[in-house]
């Protein structure tokens, strides 16, 4: 049994020590939080766990063998760098840090002391996402055509960061999960609205090798809540609704094809919604967590993926601050 130890206990550190306290192979040993009143909270539903406000009294307890970190961004590479070094296994909530050298040196620090490192990208573990990379994988979509996705709501705004590390964050990392490619450039263009907070809305697009091309529109100044991703194949397209109770993926059996005489033509057949086995994302996560550190496997979100995650939102960044100018998502490429 794994001892974790959840530092933050805000937005969505409960989220995580839930999921811990749930998962086989899992407990929650301790919670680090900087605010008292926090602690009391958690307290109330984790009564046998260490409460801290220090994280470096968190490191110092036996009983934690790994420690989830769920604070903001700027703190994430400090946090999880002297958890490394401390010995422990690291969960460190999305998006991995702020730059990919920062991702380099956490990879290398967990390889070097035979750690897991594993990041926080949850929608990798969701039945729906699962269902979808099956589907892309056996062939039954064709050639991928688009990944078009809205991902918007009302809040919540991170002073921190802006809304493509928040939100496009997750559309990369299912991208990176379906199709195993990096796009070549990005484009992004968004917009601030207001004094001394980041961009509340975006518009990114990336361009893969060959004819695959995906835009994702996130923000936060939605009236409304969507998470609605559309995907497009040569043969079949999914329409995945993540907020959709019953059926968060539709496949249809439509598309556009050349005729024999050099013709566009269409196929408008039928519908099918699988059925997707109910287990939470983060439980479904948090196990995967103990069973790599019990095996030394790589998790399927690892530090590698992490990377290439922010390798990506920093393209998107630079390009984003230069008006929509196309960047390469190559190493060092946009500086």
Same mark, same amino acid.
């Given at each position: 049994m794994i001892g974790v130890g959840v530092v933050g206990y805000g937005y969505w550190g409960p989220n995580l020590a839930r999921a811990f306290s749930e998962a086989e192979g899992t407990h929650v040993a301790a919670i680090c939080d900087q605010s008292p009143e926090r602690l009391q909270a958690a307290a109330k539903r984790y009564t046998h766990a260490g409460l801290t406000t220090s994280f470096e009294q968190l490191l110092a307890r036996p009983d934690v063998d790994a420690v989830a970190i769920a604070t903001p961004l700027a703190t994430h590479f400090e946090m999880a760098l002297a958890a490394l070094l401390a010995g422990r296994h690291v969960w460190l909530e999305k998006p991995m840090v702020g730059n990919s050298g920062h991702a380099r040196r956490l990879i290398d620090e967990a390889a070097r002391h035979g750690l897991t490192l594993m990041i926080d990208h949850p929608y990798l573990y969701s039945s729906a996402v699962r269902e979808i990379a099956a589907r892309v994988r056996g062939g039954d979509l064709g050639q991928l055509h688009y990944y078009d996705s809205v991902r918007i709501n009302l809040g919540r705004f991170r002073p921190d960061t802006s809304v493509l590390w928040d939100l496009a964050? $997750?559309?990369? +990392?299912?991208?990176?999960?379906?199709?195993?490619? /990096?796009? *070549?450039? @990005?484009? #992004?263009?968004? @917009?601030? $609205?207001?004094?001394? /907070?980041? $961009? *509340?809305?975006? =518009?990114? %697009?990336?361009? =893969?090798?060959?004819?695959? &091309?995906?835009? &994702?529109? #996130?923000?936060?100044?939605?009236?409304?809540?969507?998470?609605?991703?559309?995907?497009?194949?040569?043969?079949?397209?999914?329409? =995945?609704?993540?907020?959709?109770?019953? /059926?968060? !993926?539709?496949? =249809?059996?439509?598309? !556009?094809?050349?005729?024999?005489?050099?013709? !566009?033509?269409?196929? +408008?057949?039928?519908?099918?919604?699988?059925?997707?086995? @109910?287990?939470? +994302?983060? /439980?479904?996560?948090?196990? $995967?967590? #103990?069973?790599? &550190?019990? *095996?030394?496997?790589?998790?399927?979100? *690892?530090?590698?993926?992490?990377?290439?995650? &922010?390798?990506?939102?920093?393209?998107? %960044?630079?390009?984003?601050?230069?008006?929509?100018?196309?960047?390469? @998502?190559?190493?060092?490429?946009?500086?």
């Open positions: 964050a $997750h559309d990369l +990392a299912i991208l990176d999960y379906l199709t195993g490619l /990096e796009p *070549d450039t @990005v484009s #992004a263009t968004g @917009v601030r $609205h207001f004094p001394g /907070e980041p $961009h *509340d809305i975006a =518009y990114l %697009t990336l361009f =893969y090798p060959g004819s695959l &091309v995906a835009h &994702v529109h #996130a923000s936060w100044i939605a009236p409304l809540k969507l998470r609605r991703t559309l995907i497009g194949g040569s043969r079949r397209m999914i329409l =995945y609704d993540d907020l959709e109770p019953s /059926e968060k !993926v539709k496949i =249809y059996d439509r598309g !556009v094809q050349i005729e024999n005489d050099l013709r !566009v033509g269409y196929r +408008a057949g039928g519908m099918s919604a699988p059925h997707l086995a @109910v287990r939470d +994302a983060l /439980e479904r996560g948090a196990a $995967h967590f #103990a069973a790599c &550190v019990c *095996d030394g496997t790589a998790p399927l979100s *690892d530090g590698q993926s992490g990377l290439r995650v &922010v390798r990506q939102l920093e393209a998107a %960044t630079a390009s984003l601050e230069s008006g929509g100018r196309p960047r390469a @998502v190559a190493e060092d490429a946009w500086r």
